[in-house]
T-cell receptor
Framework: DGGITQSPKYLFRKEGQNVTLSCEQNLNHDAMYWYRQDPGQGLRLIYY???????QKGDIAEGYSVSREKKESFPLTVTSAQKNPTAFYLCASSRQVNNEQFFGPGTRLTVL | AQKVTQAQTEISVVEKEDVTLDCVYETRDTTYYLFWYKQPPSGELVFLIR??????QNEISGRYSWNFQKSTSSFNFTITASQVVDSAVYFC??????????????FGPGTSLSVIP
């Protein structure tokens, strides 16, 4: 089955720790995205990538880092520099930026 | 600059009522694409429709219909005979024809729909 997987579903982090959220797609899509969603809020774009080995900062990139070494993978690292990382993180992919996005099930990150 | 406005933050309707979710967009491009997504309580967004700027035909899919009007820069979404399973947050989104690696999709703030049994 084609789709997007995100792991883990729930993640707990102590303050000061870096954590990496996984996002994998087998849809052969060129573009991939990371969004953050806070309770009752909309989607905010963290990073996006239109092609392998290239990515761009979104609206709230500070405290986050990504890599795009393979077409199917776009991991997101939440660093200790992110002051308020507790949120719901969604990964998505699309054939190109003007095509519909397919979303993963999300990772809920909680900082203890 | 691109912008998507969904002025209705929350809407509540009684089951079987019709409801329209508004979406107004801004873009300088003549070629662009509009989308609607549904986010049920589980959290995963589901794609509903994609429309390009050259196709102003309205679309109907079961109880769902979309009204695209370039003259008013609107792409409204109507649910007919609403059901409890329609309760979700609905997002409208806009992207322009890709030109650079900086092009991206802009999402509206979302409208939370509650259908009361």
């Amino acid at each position: 089955d084609g789709g997007i997987t995100q792991s883990p579903k729930y993640l707990f982090r102590k303050e000061g720790q870096n954590v990496t959220l996984s996002c994998e797609q087998n849809l052969n899509h060129d573009a991939m995205y990371w969004y953050r969603q806070d309770p009752g809020q909309g989607l905010r774009l963290i990073y996006y990538s239109q092609i392998v080995n290239d990515f761009q900062k979104g609206d709230i990139a500070e405290g986050y880092s990504v890599s795009r070494e393979k077409k199917e993978s776009f991991p997101l690292t939440v660093t200790s520099a992110q002051k308020n990382p507790t949120a719901f993180y969604l990964c998505a992919s699309s054939r190109q930026v003007n095509n519909e996005q397919f979303f993963g099930p999300g990772t809920r990150l909680t900082v203890l | 600059a691109q912008k998507v406005t969904q002025a209705q933050t929350e809407i509540s309707v009684v089951e079987k009522e019709d409801v329209t979710l508004d979406c107004v967009y801004e873009t300088r491009d003549t070629t662009y694409y509009l989308f609607w997504y549904k986010q049920p309580p589980s959290g995963e967004l589901v794609f509903l429709i994609r429309r390009n700027s050259f196709d102003e035909q309205n679309e109907i899919s079961g109880r769902y219909s979309w009204n695209f009007q370039k003259s008013t820069s609107s792409f409204n979404f109507t649910i007919t005979a609403s059901q409890v399973v329609d309760s979700a947050v609905y997002f409208c989104a806009l992207s322009e024809a890709p030109k650079t690696s900086y092009d991206k999709v802009i999402f509206g703030p979302g409208t939370s729909l509650s259908v009361i049994p």
